[in-house]
């Protein structure tokens, strides 16, 4: 049994992680897949199919952040909502990973193939602890 602030570390990690995905994706991945030269390559379908990603992580992010403040205001989370947020991040981790290895093949987009395999361990990792949010059963401290 994890203790409740454990728990509610456990999910602002996931959250953190989350969120620096959204930013690395949006300063540092973008950035590098506008200047795509390889034959065949579609940047400005790549661009929104990123934008796509970050708007998604930033809603994983406020689920996770909705659940952890249920949790602090004496409310129960609710583990539909981890799992949701889990399953989205699980969903574009895997996603990422495929995209980083596309992007590995092309010499000249090495930096951008690094940056997508952390986006992608980022969201699976984030991915990992909102499901062990939802399995660990949370011990509430004794009321005084």
Aim: with cysteine; proline share 5%.
């Amino acid at each position: 049994m994890a203790g409740e602030s454990v728990w509610r570390r456990m999910l602002l990690v996931a959250t953190g992680l989350v969120i620096a995905v959204a930013a690395i994706l949006a300063l540092g991945v973008m950035p590098g897949v506008r200047t795509d030269t390889s034959p065949g390559a579609t940047p400005e379908r790549a661009i929104l199919g990123l934008w796509v990603f970050v708007i998604a992580n930033v809603l994983v992010a406020a689920a996770l952040l909705g659940a952890t403040a249920a949790t602090r205001r004496g409310g129960c989370a609710s583990k539909v909502l981890l799992v949701a947020a889990g399953l989205v991040a699980l969903g574009m981790g895997l996603e990422m990973l495929e995209g980083a290895f596309f992007y590995l093949e092309h010499p000249a987009m090495q930096g951008v193939a690094v940056l997508a395999f952390a986006c992608a361990g980022g969201d699976l990792a984030a991915a990992v602890l909102a499901f062990t949010a939802v399995v660990v059963p949370l011990r509430r401290p004794p009321s005084e």
